[in-house]
């Protein structure tokens, strides 16, 4: 089958998954389009299968917003046209939505009709989606996807509470293709686990876009106390808006020795590898993805209670869950998982085995499905 898959080609969850799942299916055999306005950080050059097609907005010096939409929707008409796609697939409503809804009402007067899959990541819904600005666009292209996924119960709840949907919602969980992430360590990952700790401190990681939504605060609050009682060492990855106050608020708790804020990381499996716990203390997460490529990674996880992440992480299993902002509660959990040896060994054990609930080959099936189906549709009706 010849997908188009429209992304966000960042470092972002939604990003990555849309590149893992272009991926995998390249693999068994379909053809993948890749359209974003970048080539996806997560996607290498010339695997088989996958062409990548770069949407470039025109400049023009009376636009102060280039509309991007326009140029997404043009690049639609013109890659669906010319590559005969059978089905899009766009992840994250805003504004892939709306730009694949306008793509196929274009190429009917081209007689060709193109079914497209909307996923809901998170904030397209529970943040950004449901502001008046954005609002009435995305319940419209929502109703009108031909088929519409979200990745957790919790933001199928979401969804259906924010926007008036009329339209069938199937829940596909994100996934892990669990050979990226699992495996002995080698000698770089030793060389570095003994550079971040090296007295074999236990060593804490978080990895993000550093928005204030994920409240990293409180992860340098909880580490403080962890401290407190053990030798520790925090590793925190990624960039973005916060990153200035975190710095600060290290330095008012005199922690910023023991932090290490190593900035982007192209595969934060390197990352999780060389940890003993994962933090993901967010105020909302509509799935949390970090949390469950730490768990392949067989890293326990202490995370917030909230959205989606009790469906990743497992209470005193895989780790622990507090209520957001229990930075007391997630600090005693943190010490409960790393004050001895064989405690650790057996959260980490945990971890990697819930993980498995999730393996891509799991996964991948659902959304083949799903492709399937419309395609199907498709022909009886012509
Ligand atoms: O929605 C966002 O904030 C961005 C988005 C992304 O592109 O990273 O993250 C969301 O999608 C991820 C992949 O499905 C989920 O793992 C994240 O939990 C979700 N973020 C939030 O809900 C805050």
Redesign the pocket.
């Given at each position: 089958m010849k997908i188009g898959i429209v992304l966000?080609p960042t470092f972002?969850?939604?990003?990555i998954?849309a590149t893992e799942l272009g991926k995998a299916l390249a693999e068994k055999g379909h053809e993948i389009h890749f359209i974003s306005y970048n080539h996806p950080v997560k996607l290498d050059h010339f695997l088989p299968n996958i062409r990548y097609h770069e949407v470039r907005p025109f400049h023009y010096p009376l636009f102060d917003y280039q509309p991007y939409e326009l140029a997404l929707t043009s690049k639609l008409v013109d890659v669906t046209r010319y590559e005969n796609l059978d089905v899009l697939h766009v992840h994250?409503a805003i504004p892939h939505a709306s730009a694949a809804y306008f793509a196929k009402q274009i190429l009917k007067t081209h007689n060709i009709d193109i079914p497209f899959i909307t996923t809901l990541?998170?904030?397209?819904i529970?943040l950004v989606g449901k502001h008046p600005s954005f609002e009435p666009v995305i319940t419209f292209s929502i109703n009108e996807s031909d088929a519409v996924t979200v990745?957790s119960e919790s933001l199928k709840r979401d969804t259906f509470q924010h926007f008036a949907i009329s339209n069938q919602i199937e829940v596909i969980p994100?996934f892990v293709k669990h050979s990226h992430y699992n495996g002995e360590l080698n000698e770089y990952d030793i060389a570095k686990r003994k550079q971040l700790a090296p007295n074999g401190e236990r060593i804490i990681s978080h990895v993000s876009n550093f928005r204030r939504?994920k409240r990293i605060g409180d992860i340098v609050r909880v580490f403080a106390k962890v401290i407190e009682k053990i030798p520790a060492r925090l590793v925190l990855a990624g960039d973005g808006p916060e990153r200035h106050k975190i710095e600060q608020l290290c330095t008012e708790l005199g922690v910023c020795d023991k932090v290490e804020l190593v900035g982007n990381v192209q595969t934060a499996s390197e990352i999780y590898r060389i940890s003993d716990l994962f933090m993901l203390p967010?105020e909302?997460?509509?799935?949390?993805?970090a949390a469950l490529e730490a768990l392949a990674s067989g890293v326990p996880v202490i995370s917030s209670k909230s959205?989606?992440i009790p469906e990743v992480n497992k209470q005193g299993y895989s780790g622990y869950l507090s209520d957001v902002g229990d930075i007391d509660e997630m600090a005693e959990n943190a010490l409960k998982i790393l004050s001895d040896d064989a405690t650790l060994a057996k959260f980490k054990e945990q971890a990697y085995q819930h993980s498995l609930n999730f393996g891509i080959e799991e996964i991948l099936p659902k959304y083949e499905a799903i492709y399937n189906r419309l395609v199907e549709q498709k022909t009886v009706q012509s």
């Amino acid at each position: 089958m010849k997908i188009g898959i429209v992304l966000y080609p960042t470092f972002g969850g939604s990003g990555i998954v849309a590149t893992e799942l272009g991926k995998a299916l390249a693999e068994k055999g379909h053809e993948i389009h890749f359209i974003s306005y970048n080539h996806p950080v997560k996607l290498d050059h010339f695997l088989p299968n996958i062409r990548y097609h770069e949407v470039r907005p025109f400049h023009y010096p009376l636009f102060d917003y280039q509309p991007y939409e326009l140029a997404l929707t043009s690049k639609l008409v013109d890659v669906t046209r010319y590559e005969n796609l059978d089905v899009l697939h766009v992840h994250y409503a805003i504004p892939h939505a709306s730009a694949a809804y306008f793509a196929k009402q274009i190429l009917k007067t081209h007689n060709i009709d193109i079914p497209f899959i909307t996923t809901l990541h998170g904030t397209d819904i529970t943040l950004v989606g449901k502001h008046p600005s954005f609002e009435p666009v995305i319940t419209f292209s929502i109703n009108e996807s031909d088929a519409v996924t979200v990745v957790s119960e919790s933001l199928k709840r979401d969804t259906f509470q924010h926007f008036a949907i009329s339209n069938q919602i199937e829940v596909i969980p994100n996934f892990v293709k669990h050979s990226h992430y699992n495996g002995e360590l080698n000698e770089y990952d030793i060389a570095k686990r003994k550079q971040l700790a090296p007295n074999g401190e236990r060593i804490i990681s978080h990895v993000s876009n550093f928005r204030r939504v994920k409240r990293i605060g409180d992860i340098v609050r909880v580490f403080a106390k962890v401290i407190e009682k053990i030798p520790a060492r925090l590793v925190l990855a990624g960039d973005g808006p916060e990153r200035h106050k975190i710095e600060q608020l290290c330095t008012e708790l005199g922690v910023c020795d023991k932090v290490e804020l190593v900035g982007n990381v192209q595969t934060a499996s390197e990352i999780y590898r060389i940890s003993d716990l994962f933090m993901l203390p967010s105020e909302t997460e509509s799935f949390g993805l970090a949390a469950l490529e730490a768990l392949a990674s067989g890293v326990p996880v202490i995370s917030s209670k909230s959205g989606g992440i009790p469906e990743v992480n497992k209470q005193g299993y895989s780790g622990y869950l507090s209520d957001v902002g229990d930075i007391d509660e997630m600090a005693e959990n943190a010490l409960k998982i790393l004050s001895d040896d064989a405690t650790l060994a057996k959260f980490k054990e945990q971890a990697y085995q819930h993980s498995l609930n999730f393996g891509i080959e799991e996964i991948l099936p659902k959304y083949e499905a799903i492709y399937n189906r419309l395609v199907e549709q498709k022909t009886v009706q012509s």
